[in-house]
Structure formats: C-alpha cells, structure tokens
C-alpha cells in the first residue's frame, strides 16, 4: 500500500507540472508558429525530426540502459556513465564528419536551400546537448528522483515561454526583426540551460563519476539490453515520425508545415501519457516478477485511457475553432489532420503505456515486433493515401498504425503474461477505490498523497 501510494505521489506531481509546461509549451509553440509561417515551420520540423532521428540512431538507447540498470542496481551507476560518455563522443565525431566532410549527409540532413555553415553547427550542437541531456535525465529518471526531474522540466517550459513570447512581441511590434535562424539560436540556448542544469545536480547531487574502468561481464549485461531495446525504439521513432519525410516528399516543406502542426497539436496529448511512463518504467524495471506490477500497470492504463478520451473528443469537436483562433487562418488546411490524429492519438497513448511496460520488462524484442508491423502499415498506406488525399491521407495512416499497435499489444499481452486484456479495460471497485483514495489524499490539507 505504502509503495502505491509512492507511486500515486509521483504520477499526481508530475501530472501537476505537465499542466504548466503544456500551457506554456503550448503558447510558445502557437507564437513561434506565427512568426515563422507554414514554409519555415515545415523547414523547422524536418530539421528536429533529423536530429532526433539521429540521436535515437546513434545513441543505441544508452539513456534507456542508463534508467534500466540504474533502477534495478544491477550495475554500478560509474560505469553506465563510461559507457555512456565513450558512445556519445564516437556518435558526435560520426555527426561532425557527416556534416562538415560528406556533401551527401548533408543534403540529406539539411532542408534544401539550409546546407551553410549555420545551420551545419546548429544541427551538430543541437545533436550533442540532447545527447548529454538524455543521459544525464537517465540517471535522474533511475534515482526515482521525479522531485527535480518535474523542476526541469517546469524551468523548461518557462524559459520556451518567455524567450519566445518576448521575440514573438518585439518582432510583432518592429523592435527586432526574426525569423527561422532566430529560433534556431533560441532553442539552442535553452537546450544549453537545461543541459547545464541537469549536469549541476547530477554531479552535486547524484555523487555518480563520470569515468571508470569496466568490465565484459557488464558489456554483455548492457548488450542484452541495448540490442533489443535499440531497435525497437529505433523502429518506433520511425512509425512515428515517418509520415514527415513521407510529406516533405510529396506535397513540400509549405505542406509539411501544416502536417507537422496537426501532428504536434495532437501529440501534445501525449504529455500526460510521458509523465504516467516517466514514473512507472523504473518502478516497473525495478521489479522482479509481473504479478506484483500487472496491477498497476491496469490501473494506470485505465486511468491513462479515460483522461485521453476526455482530450481527444475536445479536440475533434473544438479544433475548427481553436487552430484558426492560435495560430491564424493560414493554418486552416491542418483542421482535418488535427481531427483524424486526435483519434488516433488516443490509440497511440495507450500504446506508449504497453510499450514502457513491456520494454521495464526486458521484453523489448516484443516492442520490435509490434513497431515493425505498424511501420509497414505507415510505410504501405502513406503514399497511396497521400497521393489522393494528401496530408490528410498521412494523418490517416499515422492512425492506422497506432490501431493496429494497440491491437498487437492487446494480443501479446495475453500471449507472453497470460493476461486477458479486457480485463485492464474493465473498471472494478478496487479501483474505485484507490482512485477515490487517491482523490481523499490529494484533497486532504496537510496530507501527503
């Protein structure tokens, strides 16, 4: 009881700061949408959606090792952080190459017409500050220490919120003038913030060093993990974001602008599934058996299910009002995507809570599985939805694939934990029960949930 409570605590805080950082998020990305206008926006998003293409590539999802082997202190906290430190300078010197010596790499990595040298090293400083973060937020993730991981993220959101409301009205109002490179610099800063912040308190606070010898024993261990684990994620990132290049492709950066904005409107869903994962991946790999986890895992899966359908009807019955009323009528053309996502979304959501606990598991190869299959679905009926219906055929093949997800993880559920899965979906009076202990903990003054 006590351990649930524990767990009740950190999901109720983090939820609480997700309010904030998706309000503030939420305004800063409305502002720096404005100001950049369809095209720059969609030249703005290919360039993210390549760099974090490359740090899931060629971070082999040592921040994920970092948070596994951590939770569970199978091996020293030292010698993950040589690990770490030892791929990230060999991936940044492969990115620098890239870059700076391979015109090829180039053209693919940098939106047509953004090869000079500005955006060469914004991209590579970009690539190895959210490198550095991830591990740095492994560790803290590791710890349980969701207390300062939840400040991070509240700094965050406020230094996007005022940097970019200030630039937005200085510029609105003739006192500057900006444009793409000036959010590019911006967001460079306060990547920069954050990683020095992170850095502060995991050197002050985690008393981890930073580089030690380890052993072949804890190779493999870490090996195991990785390779699973790695391309699971790497495949899912792809289902994810595969719809993007599939846009740029056949409809244009001016299209993708509009896309992207439909795809990050509906995927700002998905703050309250992260701050759900974010707590539970550690406990759950913490853990040595199922039967003692697959309790909560149905609770917070419930719990997860009926705030997102909450969110997804709002946002299919008010999204014709709220796009043009943010962002303007120039981006009318993305109401239709936003719409078609948000159902998807849903099913996606869910999906992001089964994917954690099977990968808090060590069933990563199960994950692989299933985000191959939905990259297939993307990967069919992108293009031929798109040739007829353009970035609306895109939001519909993104929703497909996180059905079909959602259906396979049902499946292997029942399969490997001999789990039925309706019964996650049905409410019992046990959870009754602990959400209505939840809410008395919460609403009592001067009582800790």
Not at 51 to 71: D, Y
Not at 104 to 116: I, N, Q, R, S
Not at 252 to 269: C, H, I, K, R, V
Not at 371 to 389: E, H, K, Q
Request: net charge positive.
């Amino acid at each position: 009881m006590a351990e649930q409570r524990t767990i009740s605590k950190n999901i109720f805080h983090t939820f609480l700061v997700q309010i904030p950082n998706y309000i503030l998020t939420l305004v800063a990305g409305i502002l720096v949408t404005r100001l950049l206008g369809p095209e720059s926006k969609g030249v703005f998003t290919l360039l993210t959606a390549n760099i974090q293409l490359l740090v899931m590539f060629l971070g082999l999802n040592v921040p994920g090792a970092i948070q596994f082997f951590v939770a569970n202190k199978k091996i020293e906290p030292s010698r993950l952080a040589s690990v770490g430190l030892v791929l990230m300078l060999i991936s940044s010197f492969i990115v620098f190459l890239s870059l700076f010596f391979w015109p090829f790499a180039t053209d693919a990595l940098l939106a047509p017409g953004h090869e000079h040298l500005f955006f060469k090293v914004y991209f590579f400083l970009s690539f190895f500050m959210a490198n550095f973060n991830a591990m740095v937020i492994g560790f803290i993730q590791g710890k349980f220490r969701f207390k300062e991981l939840n400040l991070l993220t509240l700094i965050n959101s406020i230094l996007n919120f005022i940097i970019f409301s200030s630039m937005y009205f200085a510029s609105r109002y003739g006192l500057i003038e900006a444009g793409l490179n000036e959010v590019l610099i911006l967001s460079l800063s306060i990547i920069f913030i954050n990683v020095f912040i992170a850095y502060a308190f995991f050197r002050r606070e985690l008393n981890t060093t930073l580089f030690t010898r380890f052993s072949r024993a804890e190779i493999n261990q870490i090996a195991a993990f990785l390779v699973p684990s790695y391309i699971s994620i790497l495949v899912n990132f792809f289902n994810y974001r595969l719809t993007i290049w599939q846009v740029n492709y056949y409809e244009g950066t001016e299209n993708l602008g509009y896309f992207s904005l439909a795809l990050n409107f509906a995927q700002l869903m998905l703050i309250v599934t992260a701050a759900i994962n974010t707590v539970l991946f550690p406990f759950f790999a913490s853990k040595e058996g199922h039967h003692e986890t697959i309790n909560d895992f149905g609770f917070i899966l419930k719990i997860n299910g009926i705030i997102m359908f909450i969110a997804t009807c709002g946002l299919v019955l008010f999204s014709g009002f709220i796009i043009p009323l943010l962002y303007g009528d120039a981006f009318i053309p993305s109401i239709t995507a936003v719409k078609i996502l948000a159902v998807g979304t849903f099913f996606c959501s869910q999906s992001q809570v089964f994917g954690h606990y099977f990968g808090a598991r060590n069933k990563n190869w199960i994950n692989t599985i299933i985000y191959l299959v939905a990259l297939s679905c993307v990967g069919i009926l992108g293009p031929i939805l798109m040739m007829n219906y353009g970035i609306e055929g895109a939001a519909v093949a993104s929703s497909c694939s996180y059905v079909l997800m959602f259906i396979l993880f049902s499946v292997f559920l029942r399969i490997k934990f001999n789990v039925n899965p309706l019964s996650l979906f049905k409410i019992t009076r046990q959870d009754w029960d602990r959400a209505k202990g939840i809410l008395n903990r919460i609403t009592k003054k001067g009582e800790q949930v």
